[in-house]
Nanobody, 124 residues
Framework: QVQLAESGGGLVQGGGSLRLSCAAS????????MGWFRQAPGKERECVAA????????YYADSVKGRFTISRDNAKNTMYLQMNSLRPEDTAVYYC?????????????????WGKGTLVTVSS
C-alpha cells in the first residue's frame, strides 16, 4: 500500500510560480509511474503531467506545456511539479497519483493510488 501526501499549494498572483511536492510512504516511489492531476469546480479530473519510473519520459497536457515541469527524486521518495507563469485557469485542486505500471498513464481511472490533494488558487 502506498500513501501519497501533496504539499505546496496556495494562493498566487497570475504570472507567479508554485512548486508542488508529493511525498510517498509505504512503498518505494521508484516501483511505479506517477502523475499530477487537477480538478476544477464543475470539471472532470485531468492529467496535467506524468512521469515514468526513472524520470526519463514525461507527458504534459497541452494547456501546461512550457510552463509546468514534472520531476521525481526516487531516493527521497518524492515527486514535484514546478508551475511557472500561472494563470487563473490553473486554479484547481491538484492531486498526485501513482500506478504499478511500466508505461505512462494519463487517465485518472487507470491510477492505483491517490493523495488527498492540495488547492492552488491563481488570482488575476
Amino acid at each position: 500500500q502506498v500513501q501519497l501526501a501533496e504539499s505546496g499549494g496556495g494562493l498566487v498572483q497570475g504570472g507567479g510560480s508554485l512548486r508542488l511536492s508529493c511525498a510517498a510512504s509505504g512503498r518505494p516511489l521508484s516501483t511505479g509511474v506517477m502523475g499530477w492531476f487537477r480538478q476544477a469546480p464543475g470539471k472532470e479530473r485531468e492529467c496535467v503531467a506524468a512521469i515514468n519510473r526513472s524520470g526519463s519520459s514525461t507527458y504534459y497536457a497541452d494547456s501546461v506545456k512550457g510552463r509546468f515541469t514534472i520531476s521525481r527524486d526516487n531516493a527521497k521518495n518524492t515527486m514535484y511539479l514546478q508551475m511557472n507563469s500561472l494563470r487563473p485557469e490553473d486554479t484547481a485542486v491538484y492531486y498526485c497519483a501513482g500506478a504499478q505500471a511500466l508505461v505512462l498513464r494519463t487517465s485518472a481511472a487507470s491510477m492505483d493510488y491517490w493523495g488527498k490533494g492540495t488547492l492552488v488558487t491563481v488570482s488575476s
